[in-house]
């Protein structure tokens, strides 16, 4: 593993640990050229995934993106961050369980957006107004309205 401070390609593992729920090794790493400490994360990968655009255009697959995506929506929201991994894991494992290589960005998209309710409605809200394209407060108004259930004066 190529040392990010010094790029030394010779580091040393310190320390390895399961972490996110044994899906994934958290390496502590140690470069002997400068001294640097760093950590790594190794995770089962069952496939090369492949998200088909909207418009046809078609790229690899990037769990960072899909974490920085819901890491933004999830931004000042009270959830810990283990919380978080545990349910990027589980999109990512559900992606690669489908069975198919080619995933649509509309599937992804449902998937974060179903995840993100379960465990926070503003995040959810939050992802579904750069998800759905919002344009005006109008759009907010209709997505949240149709969050509500029904109350008594509105049956």
Same mark, same amino acid.
């Given at each position: 593993? /190529? ?12 320390? =390895? #640990?399961?972490?996110? *729920? ?6 502590? %790493? ?12 190794? #995770? +089962? ?8 655009? =909207? ?7 990037? %769990?960072?993106?899909? @974490?920085? &995506?819901? %890491? ?16 990027? =894991?589980?999109? +990512? ?5 489908? $069975?198919?290589?080619?995933?649509? =960005?509309?599937?992804? $998209?449902?998937? +974060? ?6 465990? *926070?409605?503003?995040?959810?809200? /939050? !992802?579904? &107004?750069?998800?759905?394209? !919002?344009?005006?407060?109008?759009? !907010? @108004?209709? !997505? ?12």
């Amino acid at each position: 593993m /190529r040392c990010p401070f010094c790029g030394n390609v010779d580091t040393q593992v310190k320390d =390895s #640990r399961p972490a996110e *729920d044994h899906v994934a090794i958290r390496r502590r %790493r140690f470069c002997p050229a400068c001294g640097g400490r760093f950590t790594t994360y190794e #995770r +089962v990968q069952l496939r090369d995934l492949v998200v088909v655009k =909207s418009n046809g255009r078609r790229e690899d697959f990037d %769990r960072d993106k899909l @974490e920085r &995506s819901i %890491r933004i929506a999830l931004q000042k929201r009270p959830v810990e961050p283990e919380r978080m991994d545990q349910m990027i =894991s589980g999109i +990512v494992r559900r992606l690669e369980s489908l $069975g198919e290589t080619d995933i649509p =960005s509309k599937v992804i $998209g449902e998937i +974060v957006m179903e995840a993100l309710a379960r465990i *926070d409605t503003v995040a959810y809200v /939050r !992802f579904a &107004s750069v998800y759905k394209n !919002f344009q005006a407060a109008d759009d !907010f @108004e209709d !997505f949240v309205h149709e969050l509500r259930p029904p109350g008594p004066a509105e049956e």
